[in-house]
């Protein structure tokens, strides 16, 4: 088995009489360690990124949501939500009334989802980490705040003044159709006292006020929309989940975070597919070199191959020589892309050596980067599968072709 590792060798880095077939198996180590780099840089930034994103919207999705099966509001005050409150895992228990809104602040209006959350909010999620203006503050002294998103707050022009209050508009319940306002509408004001910064779809959308505040303007007494729950980082999530929805029964939806994120998880997971099938397609491209060079060696080493096989070598024994040679230069080729991409993406996470454009208007200052052992495997292997196809078919037609005449 030796043997032809031995002779592939010494045909891999040997002068030949051709510089040309040198030139060829250089560009092809080139050719393979650059598509390699590119696929473990990219796939770490996409890393990165998605990290990052992911980070932004658990900020703001908790780990468990409750919402009712048919309708839209239901009540926390039954013994089945007693028994959830002190299932072991469950955390923080925070009720929640969400609906839709006119915000109205000088002359600008803005429909906007109010979101009322109750004291426990703030541990629940994280959207107090995610404040870039004034203060997490929903309530002091009695008096109610609202915390609103920073795309409402540009829409309106809002300023934290506490001078001028915003107003909303919400239809009234159980009225008859009037084209008077002051009839058809309820109407509260409220002061904000901080605006927050997640994600566009968050920032044009919430405002975050005190649940009895939202009670009061929708005319609720007990009702929640949803309940949000935080569960111990060390408990079996799965399990805990499980549990939640056997306790509550068929009436309710319980969700996790990525189902409350479905599509947006499949997007992500199909959009670092679609990046690892087009890097591969160009690796597979720069791939094709190593055809033309194993022809050549092929062709230069027919006299070789005879005096093999006149010493009693078969011709699935030179192929193997060939085929040797072959894959070695996809496995050089990926060894130094694979340790490029590697000591790039180091630099980058170590010195963000690459700014973002515009980056003072973002959350972070350059490509964040997030390297994955199990990406380095999948390129390597990918690589290897590439390199092996390329080598395999002119290893079996050309030497079908060029050899067939030893014996």
């Known amino acids: ?95 929640v009334v969400e609906e839709n809104a006119l915000l109205k602040y000088g002359d600008r209006q803005f429909i906007a989802t109010i979101k009322g959350v109750d004291y426990n909010y703030a541990k629940v999620c994280g959207l107090d980490t995610m404040i870039r203006q004034g203060s997490f503050m929903l ?63 968050f920032d044009e959308k919430y ?45 309710y939806t319980v969700q996790n975070r990525y189902e409350q994120n479905k599509l947006f998880y499949r997007i992500m997971k199909s959009e670092k597919w679609a990046i690892y099938f087009i890097l591969t397609f160009i690796l597979i491209v720069a791939s094709f070199n190593i055809i033309g060079s194993l022809t050549m060696l092929i062709l230069e080493k027919k006299d070789d191959s005879f005096t093999l096989r006149s010493m009693g070598a078969d011709v699935k024994l030179l192929r193997k020589i060939f085929l040797i040679e072959g894959w070695s ?37 350059a490509y964040p980067v997030d390297m994955h052992f199990i990406d380095f495997v999948a390129v390597l292997l990918t690589v290897a599968v590439i390199g092996f196809i390329t080598t395999w078919y002119p290893v079996k037609f050309i030497t079908k072709k060029y050899l067939s005449d030893i014996s």
């Open 207 to 251: 405002v975050i006020v005190p649940i009895s505040f939202a009670r009061n303007l929708l005319e609720y007494k007990d009702e929640v929309t949803s309940v949000e729950i935080k569960l111990d980082s060390t408990c079996n999530k799965q399990a805990v989940q499980s549990e939640i929805q056997h306790t509550l029964g068929k009436n």
């Open 1 to 95: 088995m030796m043997f032809p590792f031995y002779i592939s060798r010494r045909y891999l880095f040997a002068k030949k009489s051709q510089n040309v077939i040198n030139i060829i198996s250089a560009i092809s180590v080139i050719g393979v360690a650059v598509g390699t780099m590119a696929l473990i840089v990219v796939l770490s930034v996409f890393n990165g990124f998605d990290n990052l994103i992911k980070s932004l919207y658990n900020s703001f999705y908790p780990d468990i949501k409750i919402s009712a099966a048919v309708g839209k509001t239901f009540t926390t005050q039954t013994p089945s939500f007693q028994k959830v409150k002190h299932i072991q895992g469950v955390s923080d228990f925070c009720n």
């Open 139 to 201: 309530e002091k002294d009695s008096v109610p705040f609202a915390i609103i998103g920073q795309g409402v707050a540009y829409y309106l022009a809002v300023g934290l003044n506490f001078v001028n209050p915003i107003y909303l508009y919400v239809p009234r319940r159980n009225e008859e159709l009037s084209f008077d306002p002051n009839e058809a509408f309820n109407k509260m004001f409220i002061f904000p006292s901080g605006i927050f910064s997640i994600e566009e779809d």
């Open 329 to 365: 230069i996809s496995a050089i080729g990926a060894v130094i892309g694979l340790g490029l991409g590697g000591l790039i993406c180091w630099l980058q996470e170590k010195f963000e050596l690459v700014k973002l454009h515009g980056s003072g208007s973002f959350i972070i200052n």
